[in-house]
């Protein structure tokens, strides 16, 4: 019999926990990888700065969840390698198409990783109340970039409609896999 709202299949609340650290490594590492080939494109334009700042939180983001990998030996997605060409493909590739098209990339990954963390802050409940500050944490200044891409043009960008769909299509393919592979 499954526990209180686990259906039979379910990861149980543990692996729940290490499924979560695992794509949210996964995931602070890809944007960190956006935000470098945004950069690689963009450099110190006038963006360039605001860009650097938003990877800098990535970096500070990814440090806390390699440190919960080891201390609670989780393994890391196999997926890393795919997230590393990926990530810098996509920054690079939305950065080709202007500043605003960037700013629109930063957007459309940051609300899904809203949704995201919001999910698994709900699933937590009280269960691990230092993994669930940090989720919560970063949610905030997740939240906090997509106000600022918003502020620099990101809706202006062209075809953003589109280009945030499959922006965000390709982000929810990549938590999944990266969840459980």
Do not use: N
């Not at 499924?19 to 990888?33: F, K, N, Q, S, T």
């Not at 690079?92 to 949704?115: H, P, R, S, Y």
């Not at 918003?150 to 960008?157: L, Y």
């Amino acid at each position: 019999m499954a526990a209180k709202g686990r259906m039979p299949g379910d990861p149980d609340p543990e692996e729940m926990k290490r499924r979560m650290i695992r794509v949210d490594h996964a995931g602070e590492y890809g944007a960190l990888r956006i935000y470098e080939g945004q950069l690689a494109v963009l450099g110190r334009r006038r963006v360039g700065e605001v860009i650097q700042k938003m990877a800098d939180g990535e970096r500070r983001h990814l440090a806390v969840f390699e440190k919960m990998i080891v201390e609670r030996r989780v393994r890391p997605t196999l997926l890393s390698p795919l997230w590393h060409v990926a990530g810098f493909a996509l920054g690079a590739g939305t950065a080709l198409m202007g500043e605003k098209a960037a700013m629109a990339c930063t957007v459309a990954v940051e609300e899904v990783i809203d949704e995201h963390y919001a999910r698994q802050a709900e699933a937590l409940g009280a269960d691990d109340a230092e993994l669930k500050s940090v989720i919560e944490e970063f949610r905030d200044d997740e939240i906090a970039h997509g106000e600022v891409a918003r502020d620099h043009g990101a809706t202006e960008a062209p075809a953003y409609e589109a280009l945030s769909a499959a922006i965000k299509a390709g982000s929810r393919l990549a938590i999944w896999l990266s969840t459980r592979i």
